[in-house]
C-alpha cells in the first residue's frame, strides 16, 4: 500500500486514481517502506468547515472496530446496502489490524465502500497503524483495538494532528488514562469514547435539569448492566481456524506492553475474560453505565473513594475455575467530594438489574426507555413540581454517537463522551478493578493522580502491566 507521506491536498487525494479491488486485496500486508518518525511537535490540522467530508481510519478492526466504526461510518453494508439513515458526510480512508483476516476483509468493505460512493480515492489496510497516522489526508482515527493498545495508539494519532474515537473503555490502567488526557489538553483535539449511551437524549435531558437546580443536591445515583450467559459470557466468540501465529498474526505485537505469555487463541479471541487484557465486565459493561451517569449530573468532579466487590463462583462451577479470570458479578460503590454517590452493579449470570434513578435531596429522576420523571421528594412537595417527559431523542444509536463526533470536529465543541467525562470513568474502573482484585477500599487523590488506602492515610501505588500476574 502506499503510505500517503507527501502533504498532498485533500481536493488531490480524492482525485488519485484508484486501485482496482482484487489489486488492493492482494497487496494487504505487503508493506515494505519504513514508517517516518513520529514527529515530536503536535501537528496542528486546520478547523473542518461545516460542510467539509470528514476523513477517517481505522484501527483495529475486529468485532467493534469492524461491525461499529468500519461500517457505520462508511454506511455500506456487507451487501453494499447503507446500514443506517444518518448523514455522516464521512469517507473511510484505511484500515489496520495485526490479524491478516480481518485486514482482508476490513479492505474489501472499504473498497465496496469508495465503489458505492463512485469515488477516485483508493483505499489500503495495513498492519503497522504507523501508516495511517502519517496520512496527511485523514482526520479522524477509531481505535477499536484490545484495550492495552489505546494508550500508545491514542497519543500518537494525537501528536500526528488525528482526532480520536476511542472504544471504551478509555484505556486499561490509571495512568495511561492521563497519559491521553494531558495529550488531548494539549494538543486540543477531539476525543470521545465510543459508549453510544453519551449521546442518548434522555440523560443530556436530565444534566439540564440537575444544572437548573430541579432535584436539589445530588444525593445518589444508580444503574445496572446485567446479562445472562449460562455459557459464560464472551465464549459466544468463535475461535477462527485461521489465526495461527507468525503468519496471520504476530502474536508478540498483539501483546504490545503485556507480560510476554505463549500463543493462545482464546486469549486473541475472547481477552475479555483475562486480567492482562481488560478489566472485564467493569471495562466492558459498566462503562455504559457510568459515562451515562457522569454526563447527567454534570461530570466535573473525580471520584473521592470506590470499592468493587465481585466473584465467579458460577462460572467456577459450571464452566471451570479456568475458563476466565475476570469476576461475572459484582457492585460498584463511589463516593464524589460533593458528597453525591454512585452505586452500579454488573452481572453476567442474572438479568435482573437496578431501575435508572438519580436521587436528589429535594427530588427524585426515574428513567424508563427514552422518558425521564421527575418526582418531588416529600418534604419538598409545594416547591418542586412533578413532570415526566416522554419520546426524548436521540436514542441509544452508534451512528448518532459517530455523528456528534464529527459535528463536534467540524464545529469545534466539545463531543458527547469527551476526554473529561472519559478520563473520570476511567478513574472509576481503574479504582473498582484494584479494589476488587485487592480487597482495598481505594481512595483518590485529584491533585497529584494517587491512591491510597486506610482512610486515604496509606499510599498504595496504582496497579499496571505485570503488578498482579
Avoid at 421528594?377 to 431523542?393: G, S, Y
Wanted: hydrophobic share 35%; with cysteine; charged share 25%.
Amino acid at each position: 500500500m502506499k503510505q500517503f507521506a507527501d502533504q498532498t491536498t485533500r481536493r488531490d487525494f480524492l482525485k488519485k486514481s484508484t486501485l482496482g479491488a482484487a489489486a488492493a486485496v492482494a497487496a494487504v500486508g505487503s508493506v515494505t517502506r519504513p514508517v517516518s518518525a513520529r514527529a515530536k511537535a503536535p501537528v496542528v490540522r486546520p478547523v473542518l468547515g461545516a460542510n467539509d467530508v470528514v476523513v477517517a481510519g481505522f484501527i483495529g478492526v475486529g468485532g467493534q472496530g469492524y461491525n461499529s466504526h468500519l461500517l457505520n461510518v462508511t454506511n455500506v453494508d456487507n451487501e453494499g446496502k447503507p446500514r443506517h439513515n444518518i448523514q455522516l458526510n464521512a469517507i473511510g480512508a484505511a484500515a489496520c489490524d495485526l490479524y491478516s483476516v480481518r485486514q482482508d476483509r476490513a479492505l474489501k468493505s472499504l473498497e465496496m465502500a469508495r465503489q458505492a460512493a463512485g469515488r477516485e480515492a483508493a483505499v489500503s489496510a495495513h498492519e503497522d497503524y504507523r501508516y495511517i497516522l502519517d496520512n496527511p489526508d485523514i482526520d479522524a482515527i477509531f481505535i477499536g483495538t484490545v484495550d492495552h493498545w489505546h494508550t500508545k495508539i491514542a497519543v500518537e494519532a494525537l501528536d500526528a494532528g488525528k482526532h480520536v474515537y476511542c472504544e471504551k473503555p478509555m484505556t486499561r490502567y490509571l495512568g495511561e488514562a492521563f497519559e491521553i488526557y494531558d495529550k488531548v489538553k494539549e494538543t486540543g483535539l477531539k476525543f470521545q469514547v465510543g459508549s453510544q449511551f453519551c449521546s442518548e437524549g434522555k440523560w443530556h435531558h436530565a444534566a439540564k435539569m440537575i444544572a437548573e437546580g430541579r432535584i436539589g443536591p445530588l444525593v445518589l445515583a444508580q444503574d445496572s448492566y446485567h446479562r445472562n450467559s449460562p455459557n459464560g459470557e464472551w465464549n459466544y466468540y468463535r475461535i477462527e481456524d485461521e489465526l495461527e501465529a507468525g503468519k496471520t498474526i504476530d502474536w508478540a505485537k498483539w501483546l504490545g506492553p503485556v507480560t510476554e505469555r505463549p500463543f493462545n487463541k482464546e486469549h486473541f479471541h475472547r481477552w475479555r475474560k483475562y486480567y492482562p487484557y481488560c478489566a472485564g465486565i467493569l471495562g466492558d459493561l459498566l462503562a455504559h453505565r457510568i459515562h451515562p451517569l457522569l454526563i447527567a449530573t454534570g461530570a466535573n468532579e473525580f471520584p473521592m473513594r470506590v470499592c468493587s466487590v465481585g466473584n465467579k463462583r458460577i462460572m467456577d462451577a459450571n464452566v471451570g475455575p479456568d475458563d476466565r479470570d475476570v469476576t461475572e458479578n459484582c457492585q460498584l460503590l463511589v463516593e464524589f467530594p460533593s458528597g453525591m454517590c454512585m452505586m452500579i452493579t454488573g452481572c453476567s449470570v442474572n438479568e435482573q438489574g437496578l431501575n435508572q434513578v438519580i436521587r436528589g435531596h429535594e427530588g427524585t429522576l426515574y428513567f424508563s426507555g427514552s422518558s425521564v420523571e421527575l418526582r418531588p421528594e416529600r418534604p419538598f412537595a409545594d416547591l418542586v413540581d412533578q413532570e415526566r417527559e416522554e419520546n426524548i431523542t436521540p436514542g441509544v444509536s452508534i451512528p448518532v454517537h459517530i455523528s456528534d463526533f464529527f459535528e463536534a470536529i467540524r464545529d469545534d465543541r466539545e463531543p458527547n463522551g469527551n476526554i473529561d467525562v472519559a478520563v473520570r470513568c476511567q478513574v472509576i474502573i481503574s479504582m473498582a478493578e484494584q479494589s476488587e482484585r485487592t480487597g482495598e477500599m481505594l481512595y483518590f487523590d485529584e491533585a497529584t493522580r494517587t491512591l491510597s488506602t486506610g482512610g486515604g492515610k496509606n499510599p498504595v501505588d496504582a496497579i499496571t502491566y505485570g503488578t498482579l500476574d
